[in-house]
């Protein structure tokens, strides 16, 4: 078992009721594994409705959903270990290889290897046709917040077959970044997608991805950003601080109120969009736009309701 605390690849059977059986291979630090021992643990308590399980399969490209009382038995190759924290408490808290964050979710491995090389590649291509970035606000706040943001962006991205792809992919993992952002579930409507290049110097000073005062940004949900960079990581910095609170920029007091989340390849991150977050400063010694800290990310809205 490694207990360096890095993601392992994990084979995982599963048994249902009927005897139907999936087999699939995920992180170490995937929420599959969270889901699936919690499922297990509560079993039939009639004191805990069911919930839904959403297993991948076929590389996340399928995805089996069941009823967490249909799971009669599961099998992990390397053993995972959990610790039941409550054991009188239907759905208990399992630790399963790594603690789980309320104020964000972080999801290994989110595209499999031939995606994540295949990604690059198409980042690499499409150099010429990065732009420079811009903020979404108000008249008043473009008054209060100039040199507010400094990167690259491509926003050709959603014409393409990624769009799909990362749209499949978290629709798989919504009910379960929903349950730990502790957000009512919702129907994805409108999905947003973009890419961004930072590189030397680039920054996104502290902001919130929602506003109800633009109209743009009023049913944003759910923020996600997916890291994309070539190996061995050719820069430093760049880590996402998520605040609990309104970042007061003169003093930035109480440091225990920040959550750094640092950028590693194929690891996306998933967190409220009203929250206030920031880019922190990066550096890339040498400059190159094939060294910078790639992310794809945007923004889920909930589907409008029906006339």
Partial sequence: MNTTGEAQRVE?????????????VVPSTSPILHDLY?????????????????????GGRVACSFLSSSLI??????PVLIQVQNSQVAGAALAAIAPVEKDHVLIADFLTPGENQALLEYVLENERNF???????????????????RSKVLFQIKTSKWLNVFQSRLKLYLPHIQSILNIAPFRLGNFEIQLTASNDGDYFKAHADHSPEAERLATRKITYVYYLSREPVPF??????????????????????????????????????NRWHELDLVRCPSGKFADSRFTVNGWLHPAKPAA
């Fill in 73 to 78: 038995s599961l099998q992990t190759k390397p």
């Fill in 131 to 149: 732009e420079t970035s811009a903020v979404v606000e108000t008249d008043e706040d473009k008054k209060k917040r100039r040199n507010h943001r």
């Fill in 236 to 273: 430093t910095g760049g880590g996402l601080l998520l605040y609990r609170h309104w970042p007061d920029p003169s003093s930035y007091q109480n440091v225990k109120s920040v959550t750094t989340v640092t950028p590693r390849n194929n690891c996306l991150v998933a967190f409220a969009s």
């Fill in 12 to 24: 995982v059977e599963i048994v249902l009721q009927g005897g139907l059986r999936h087999v699939s």
């Fill in 38 to 58: 919690v499922a297990l643990a509560q079993g039939n308590n009639p004191q805990q409705p069911p919930f839904v399980v959403q297993f991948p399969l076929d």
